[in-house]
């Protein structure tokens, strides 16, 4: 309650922080650049600001409050026109003026946020695959992870379907950093069966960063970083809002979300409201009880958006609740409960409890609140961004009864982060920062697996980006320390944990390049060396955690990992077909990973891992087609391919996704009264997994057949945006590599047909 009235008090004493004057308004047209035609409705955007306008029936468009110095890159978007970005110097107002050229392909001139200047993509040496609103609508899945691991290079490790863990090039768990609202996600990352505590209906766009992006993230941005991103402010005067709702054919699932924004002369404000809920899902010979779920998420956001910059309250809480299978299936394929001792049989499972949608234990119950304050404030020429969070995360796992928990983690996050833009001088862009965090996690249960500590993370960085014609060249500097203290514990009156402290320090840096090779061919390249230190589990655990059928031993010795990694790309985009191959290779020193030393260790009925590390080498790559012929016919195709081997041991890596090659028809056609219509047919393509760690199993190769629809229907002035999913469409019986249920051997969902309504709401007119 501290932490929320520190921030309310803080927000509040910059309200009056809006007596700048503001610069003259930058104004102008977009037309089609063909037929000189006005585009109505076209968004424009500058992106650093949190800001948007929207053009009237005449093309027209301004922005009314802007700071007096500083350059900005405006972005400029409207459906079935090629995006456009430019920079703006708002010291020197003139009319701007827009001319867009139609195109059957989104090239990809789209504004990346999620790096440390914001550029076009083709001036973001980072790979970056971005998905607006429409593609994850279009991707229906139980989870946001799971309808981001349709993009190459993303996969992601599952608990049924109500957890998700995201893996970018082979790399996960603390490898991979999730921001939401400008903060970097904490929940317990290092468990198997721990997703991210994010409101899938929340995100408007999700930026994914393809390899390590330690020199703006510090630790654990080793593999990549996902940024969900919500809604852009509506112009001045507007109220906006969206009503969601889908049902799935499989498990029940019944999705449904509204949400409400406004903008009343710079104050803005947004509230969102979801809930989620399924039963066990049902695969090709039977429906697996206890799998379903229960989601309820609220946001809410206050904010003001002014010509000195923006300052948002950024508010959420998730409640999740999900159960876990923990059965045998008997010789008559039903499904047993485990005996509580040995030689007892267990119970079966009432065929009434297949479908219900009352969860039961065992069961995990997760609550997330979290408090976030961003700001971006004008000084001069140069700029300061500022983020201050809290995070409470409580994590409760329930075997016996849905009162008292077995394991019971109490996680409490406070980070900062401060970045500052220097002047644009001659092309070069300097940026400079510093963040960190302070963390204290308790147990609150009898049972113990981690112990209760404190960590303390601080890391500045310096970079630099240079800007010729058709060059930009990148690079920056960074050092991280971090240290944590555990504390000594007992448990049942038995010693289990001793204090121990860890200090980790490292420098890394990076190096980038684009290079424009022709109006349709672009390359990008990257060095550089990235840093993770062990999390408290790999330090520390001592225990079996649920699900995983292991005792998993830390080692307080072990060292951080540290990367040297490598990249490069090359874009090939026209009118009519796109292409792109992205090749890495990825050697990090010290990787840490679970290791039996003995097949003969046993501790509580369970073989003993060991947390151990050896020199790694990860390499692959990422490649796609996309051809458009005609406006109706649209076909892309992606492969993704991952090695991964231990050095020194010779063997494969754990928790490596298999090569997948994604191919999709889809059939854009125009018809009448009815707008953005389309038709698809998928097969996804997953090859044979046989490079496997020693507790591991080879996964056959298995192909799944899918098909979507979807249009735009107009009831009055009211649109309303309708679509239908059909996935694994002939029942295909398999299981993912990456499933956590592999090693009970529980196949994955079968067939599912998913229907969802998306209804957009608008009010007022902008000022």
Not at 537 to 548: I, K, Q, R
Not at 694 to 713: C, I, K, M, R
Request: glycine letters at 8%.
């Amino acid at each position: 309650m501290k932490t929320f009235s520190f921030y309310i008090s803080l927000f509040i004493s910059f309200l009056a922080f809006t007596a700048r004057a503001d610069a003259p308004p930058i104004r102008g047209t977009v037309t089609d650049v063909a037929t000189g035609n006005p585009l109505p409705g076209a968004t424009l955007s500058i992106p650093e600001l949190r800001i948007s306008v929207v053009t009237n029936q005449k093309g027209e468009y301004f922005f009314p409050s802007l700071p007096q110095k500083g350059q900005f890159l405006l972005e400029v978007k409207y459906i079935g026109y090629k995006s456009v970005a430019q920079t703006v110097d708002v010291s020197k107002p003139v009319s701007v003026d827009f001319r867009l050229q139609k195109t059957v392909i989104e090239v990809q001139e789209v504004v990346i946020t999620g790096t440390a200047a914001s550029s076009t993509n083709k001036r973001n040496s980072t790979s970056v695959t971005v998905l607006n609103k429409e593609d994850l609508l279009r991707k229906p899945s139980t989870t946001l992870i799971g309808a981001l691991a349709t993009v190459p290079g993303v996969s992601q490790i599952t608990t049924g379907s109500g957890i998700a863990k995201p893996v970018i090039r082979g790399l996960s768990y603390n490898r991979v950093i999730t921001l939401s609202d400008g903060v970097k996600q904490e929940g317990q990352q290092w468990g198997d069966e721990h997703g991210i505590e994010v409101d899938q209906y929340r995100a408007e766009r999700v930026e994914i960063l393809r390899g390590a992006a330690s020199l703006l993230y510090g630790s654990d941005a080793m593999g990549g970083v996902i940024n969900i991103i919500d809604p852009l402010p509506p112009s001045p005067g507007q109220v906006k809002g969206e009503i969601l709702s889908n049902y799935a054919t499989n498990n029940g699932l019944s999705g449904n979300s509204a949400m409400l924004e406004g903008n009343a002369g710079g104050f803005v404000w947004r509230s969102r409201a979801s809930y989620k809920n399924a039963f066990g899902y049902n695969t090709p010979d039977y429906r697996l009880p206890n799998t379903g779920f229960h989601e309820t998420n609220l946001s809410g956001q206050l904010g003001l958006n002014k010509s000195w910059g923006y300052m948002h309250l950024d508010l959420s809480s998730f409640r999740q609740k999900l159960g876990l299978p923990e059965y045998t299936r008997n010789e008559e394929g039903q499904f047993v409960t485990e005996p509580e001792d040995e030689g007892e049989e267990g119970s079966v499972i009432s065929p009434s409890l297949y479908k219900t949608r009352n969860l039961f234990t065992p069961l995990q119950d997760i609550r997330h609140y979290k408090t976030a304050l961003n700001s971006y404030i004008v000084l001069g020429e140069g700029k300061l961004r500022s983020t201050l969070a809290f995070q409470n995360n409580q994590r409760r796992e329930l075997e016996e009864n849905e009162t008292d928990p077995s394991l019971f983690f109490d996680l409490k996050t406070y980070s900062y982060d401060f970045k500052y833009y220097f002047p644009v001088r001659k092309g070069w862009e300097p940026v400079i920062g510093i963040s960190g965090a302070f963390q204290n996690n308790e147990n609150k249960a009898e049972e113990l697996l981690i112990p209760d500590y404190d960590s303390q993370d601080i890391g500045a960085f310096l970079y630099a980006k240079k800007n010729w014609k058709s060059t930009t060249f990148n690079a920056g500097l960074r050092f991280d320390y971090r240290n944590i203290d555990g504390k000594q514990m007992e448990e049942d009156g038995t010693p289990k944990f001793s204090n121990f402290s860890n200090n980790f320090s490292n420098i890394s840096g990076a190096l980038g390049i684009t290079h424009e090779i022709s109006q349709t061919v672009n390359f990008k390249a990257n060095v550089g060396s990235a840093f993770r230190a062990p999390n408290v589990a790999e330090l520390s655990t001592d225990g079996v955690h649920e699900g995983t059928e292991r005792y998993e031993v830390g080692n307080p010795q072990l060292n951080p990992e540290r990367s040297f990694y490598a990249d490069a790309s090359l874009e090939y985009h026209t009118d009519k077909a796109s292409a792109f191959v992205n090749i890495y290779n990825n050697y990090i020193d010290n990787y840490i990973y679970l290791k039996q030393l003995s097949e003969d260790e046993m501790l509580d009925d369970h073989y003993v891992y060991h947390y151990t590390q050896d020199n790694a080498n990860l390499y692959g790559l990422e490649a796609g087609i996309t051809l458009h012929p005609v406006s109706l016919i649209h076909f892309e195709n992606t492969f993704s391919l991952t090695r991964a081997k231990n050095n020194s041991t010779k063997s494969d890596l754990p928790f490596i996704p298999a090569p997948v090659l994604r191919n999709e028809l889809r059939f854009e056609p125009e018809i009448k009264n009815l707008d953005d219509s389309w038709i698809s047919v998928g097969l996804d393509n997953f090859f044979r997994q046989s490079r496997v760690d020693q507790f591991e199993t080879p996964t056959g190769a298995y192909s799944l057949l899918n098909a979507s629809a979807g249009t735009t229907v107009k009831a009055g002035k009211q649109s309303i945006q309708l679509s239908i999913t059909a996935s694994n469409i002939l029942d295909k019986a398999y299981i993912s590599h990456l499933s956590r249920f592999k090693k009970d051997g529980f196949w994955d969902a079968g067939r599912n047909i998913s229907f969802s309504v998306r209804v957009p709401l608008s009010f007022g007119h902008a000022e």
